[in-house]
């Protein structure tokens, strides 16, 4: 617990010194609120605005989260299934490749066109799409690079191909999956926004963003962006938990 206490010492030290030399700048050089809000006026806004700013960091939390949830499966599944058949990763790789680089604002209108432009589908297939692909290549990864020798000696063994990805490849590709889920979890904040802002309901992150901002109400959008930076902190701080909480990932690799 010490420890976790004295690495929390840094990031608090250079977050609240980051703060004060943003606000000391604001006020300093004079620069108007609707350019770049003072730190302490964000914070007002946060306050005043509580209500429908948690409410709608809820919404977005919900359309992140269970986006995310999907994404995850489908790569760690695909992810197995190409490792596994080699004749569908030739035909599915390619196909995975190409929706990464397809970018957010080209996929949300097409899936609003599918679910309908007000179904909580349409944004949660957005996150899906965003956060499945460094889940499935960073996973494949881990279950291709096996050391020989184990393999080997587990077929010295006369151990099957489920054992063998039972007990060594799965294992082997663990970290590798965690680290993803590290990368996937603040995507899956930026996927709900952005695709917030095609459609859904107002309710939601992106159109509080949007909303205050067409009428130079520029702290309360501020202040929703802030919410979703925490948002995004927290997913992400809850994927480094379970990594650490794994013991196999002491001897994991990289994504």
């Known amino acids: 617990m010490g420890e976790r206490m004295n690495g929390l010492i840094p990031p608090v030290v250079f977050g609240v010194a980051f703060l004060a030399v943003w606000e000391l700048a604001v006020v300093g050089f004079g620069i108007q609120e609707f350019l770049l809000p003072k730190p302490s006026s964000i914070l007002e806004a946060i306050g005043a605005d509580w209500s429908v700013l948690s409410e709608a960091a809820i919404q977005t939390g919900i359309i992140a989260v269970s986006g995310l949830v999907i994404g995850v499966v489908i790569g760690a599944l695909l992810a197995l299934l190409v490792t596994r058949f080699g004749r569908i990763g030739e035909a599915a790789t390619p196909l995975a490749v190409a929706l990464n680089a397809t970018p957010i604002v080209a996929l949300a209108p097409i899936f609003n066109a599918w679910f309908g432009i007000t179904s909580f589908r349409s944004n949660q297939a957005v996150v899906v799409a965003v956060v499945f692909f460094p889940v499935f290549i960073n996973t494949a990864r881990g279950l291709l690079e096996v050391h020989p020798d184990q393999l080997e000696l587990m077929r010295s063994y006369a151990a099957g191909e489920w054992s063998i990805l039972r007990r060594v490849k799965i294992p082997n590709a663990l970290p590798f999956f965690l680290t993803s889920l ?11 926004i952005v ?11 992106g159109p509080v963003i949007t909303q205050n901002a067409s009428v130079a109400r520029y702290d309360s959008a501020w202040a929703a962006i802030v919410m979703a930076s925490i948002l995004g902190l927290v997913l992400f701080w809850l994927a480094a938990a379970l990594e650490r909480l794994v013991p196999w990932t002491q001897t994991g690799g990289e994504g």
Do not use: T
């Open 195 to 205: 695709a917030e802002y095609f459609g859904g309901p107002q309710n939601r992150l």
């Open 182 to 192: 590290r990368l996937a979890a603040p995507l899956s904040v930026i996927a709900a």
